[in-house]
């Protein structure tokens, strides 16, 4: 396998940042997301993404779920034009590369 360059935290911390930089891992956040660990309605979680999603978002979903497999796929079909996803692998950046 190939090592993680990414943490995704589950809460804000003023201790994250040391540690996962002494790791060489970056933190990463997200600016979107439609409850899909709580919400069991497909149509409402994508009611809360669809309408203002825009390039460059960073969406939090809840792998392995059947609503977020369905949001998934309806983001996918209804966006196809206009997005894609890109895997963390082409968008890694060492810490030594700024990310912005």
Request: glycine letters at 4%; proline letters at 7%.
């Amino acid at each position: 396998g190939k090592a993680p360059c990414w943490f995704a935290r589950c809460w804000a911390s003023i201790f994250v940042h040391p540690i996962t930089r002494a790791l060489g891992l970056e933190v990463m956040a997200w600016n979107r997301r439609g409850y899909d660990a709580v919400e069991k309605n497909t149509e409402k979680v994508l009611a809360r993404i669809l309408p203002n999603l825009t390039k460059g978002d960073i969406l939090l979903m809840h792998e392995g779920t059947p609503v977020a497999e369905a949001v998934l796929r309806e983001i996918l079909e209804t966006k196809a034009a206009d997005f894609r996803s890109v895997p963390d692998s082409l968008i890694c950046k060492r810490p030594t590369e700024p990310l912005l």
